[in-house]
């Protein structure tokens, strides 16, 4: 044998035979009418005998060569151990191709092996987005379930379907099945599931708006968890709590809890959590002004979730990474964004994500002066937002609508609006929301000729304007243009000091972004802001002369 067709096993210091010269002499065999089964059955024995130390390496070419050798049972294992292994380095697409082929070789009788196939496929399913074939496997897992018998199979079935149902925006139907769950996970002192079924149900819960039940059924998770030490669960329970807290505005609170993870991710080598808490540590440094620490997290997480495949996560990451774009004026990066995020919200069935980007899509048409198709987009926000109880997105898309009504001089519209806003938002303390649209109502009074009114609805907006109420709004110096415009055009001497605030405000916001190009943008391409810019030159200039 010549020499090019040897491998010589570093470990051991072994030749072995190539792979080339094992096939070559396949084909001879099979031209001389000759089975190729002795050499692969052959090929297997050698390769456990060689590498009996060390199999995880070779446990897809163990595979091939079982399943060539018709050796039924020692295929399906190896193939369910490559598929592991694919899964393990990211390689989502060979791993379903494993468990497959794994689970066309499980006999019907094998019910557990088939199991544990059917649940690794789901999970990738699940990971890829793929809802449809999730879906089916779980119908099909369901049934295997029930035929099997096994109280923990089932409670696994329900975890799965419960995290399903939170992912496609069935928030509702995904608390009762996690809390049935829960309920049949403590009853047999499965700790591992009952933790699991308490999270999906605190995830759930949050996304309802309930926040203070998602804080305890995550705290129960929590609690759960750490008596038997899952850190990977544990992990993701504390990233968990912390989106809580940053839905509660308690964003020093949000990025304890969300590095406190990250550490534990790190330590584990779980790039799926890592990537979950960079991007979650991008949009509260977005929320705390912190421009440029936002983009150094968001933009080291997207490559991230596109090298494991997660495409939920991708469309939330291009998503927030569009939100970030359109703060400092870069409004085309903005809309590729949020154009690509909007298309795998669809595939994935995320309606949460499709809302936030249908409404962020809209925001950026009303800078093209395109309304109406911004008005078509705004109400599709709002309708979807109200069908799956996504109350922060209803109140925002309101209060959208009413700055659009504004633009279209239909200030009737306007005002209705903007009152639906105030209202949803005071009910679900969303401060900065609603500030937002007081002031909006203030502009609008105003323009009807009601000044003490639109006087009166400054005075309470600019009472409630503290920092946690400014970092809650979605344009918070909007908050500010539209108080500085009511009071400047009916001669309150209160407009020169605010306007003198805000541009402190926005220029110690701008500091923080220590790229100039950006920090310029920020400042004088975003219209709000550049408005505030030139009203503070003008009333420094007025003050001069």
């Not at 936002?294 to 596109?306: C, H, K, N, T, V």
């Not at 090298?307 to 927030?320: I, Q, S, V």
């Not at 400014?470 to 415009?485: L, S, T």
Request: aromatic share 8%.
């Amino acid at each position: 044998v010549h020499k090019s067709l040897l491998v010589r096993d570093s470990a051991s210091g072994r030749f072995t035979v190539h792979e080339l010269l094992r096939q070559m002499a396949a084909e001879k065999l099979l031209a001389m009418g000759q089975a190729a089964t002795p050499l692969h059955q052959l090929a297997v024995t050698t390769l456990e005998r060689l590498y009996a130390q060390n199999l995880p390496p070779h446990y897809s070419e163990l595979a091939e060569h079982a399943e060539q050798a018709q050796l039924t049972d020692k295929a399906s294992i190896y193939l369910k151990l490559a598929g592991d292994a694919a899964r393990d380095g990211y390689q989502n697409s060979l791993a379903l191709d494993y468990y497959s082929r794994a689970l066309a070789l499980t006999p019907q009788a094998a019910g557990d092996a088939r199991f544990a196939l059917r649940m690794a496929r789901q999970a990738i399913y699940h990971l890829l987005g793929r809802r449809p074939e999730q879906a089916a496997e779980l119908t099909a897992l369901a049934e295997l379930s029930s035929r099997l018998g096994d109280p923990r199979n089932s409670i696994e079935v329900l975890v799965a379907q419960a995290r399903y149902l939170e992912t496609i925006s069935d928030y509702a139907t995904a608390v009762a099945t996690a809390q049935e769950a829960a309920q049949r996970a403590e009853s047999m002192a499965a700790t591992d599931l009952h933790s699991m079924s308490r999270l999906i149900w605190g995830q759930a819960l949050w996304r309802l708006g309930d926040l203070d039940g998602a804080h305890d059924q995550l705290g129960r998770a929590l609690a759960a968890v750490q008596t038997i030490s899952d850190s990977l669960t544990e992990a993701t329970i504390l990233r968990s709590l912390g989106i809580v807290f940053e839905f509660q505005w308690k964003y020093a609170e949000a990025a304890t809890y969300y590095e406190r993870s990250l550490a534990i991710c790190r330590r584990e080598g779980n790039r799926q959590g890592e990537v979950g808490n960079l991007n979650n540590l991008g949009v509260v440094a977005f929320y705390q002004g912190d421009l440029g620490g936002a983009q150094r997290y968001l933009a080291e997480a997207l490559p991230l979730r596109r090298l494991l495949g997660d495409r939920r996560g991708e469309g939330h990451g291009l998503h927030n990474l569009g939100v970030l774009s359109a703060t400092w004026g870069d409004y085309a990066r903005s809309q590729r964004y949020a154009e690509q995020s909007l298309i795998i919200f669809r595939e994935v069935g995320d309606r949460w994500g499709e809302a936030d980007a249908l409404h962020h899509l809209g925001s950026l048409l009303v800078m093209q002066a395109d309304y109406g198709q911004a008005l078509a987009l705004y109400q599709a926000a709002l309708t979807l937002a109200q069908a799956i109880g996504y109350q922060r997105c209803t109140a925002l898309a309101r209060c959208s609508l009413g700055h659009l009504a504004r633009e279209q001089q239909q200030p009737d519209v306007a005002k209705a609006h903007y009152r639906a806003a105030l209202a949803g938002a005071r009910q679900h303390n969303f401060s900065g929301y609603a500030l937002e649209a007081l002031a909006g109502l203030a502009v609008v009074v105003l323009g009807q000729g009601e000044s003490l009114q639109a006087q009166r609805l400054v005075s309470e907006t600019l009472a409630a304007l503290d920092t946690e109420a400014f970092g809650q709004a979605n344009e918070p110096f909007r908050i500010y243009d539209d108080c500085y415009r009511v009071l400047q055009t009916t001669g309150d001497q209160r407009a020169t000091p605010l306007v003198a605030q805000a541009h402190q405000h926005l220029q110690q916001r701008a500091a923080l972004i220590t790229d100039e190009a950006l920090r310029h943008s920020y400042l004088y391409g975003v219209p709000i802001h550049r408005a505030l810019v030139a009203a503070f030159a003008a009333a420094v200039a007025a003050i001069v002369t």
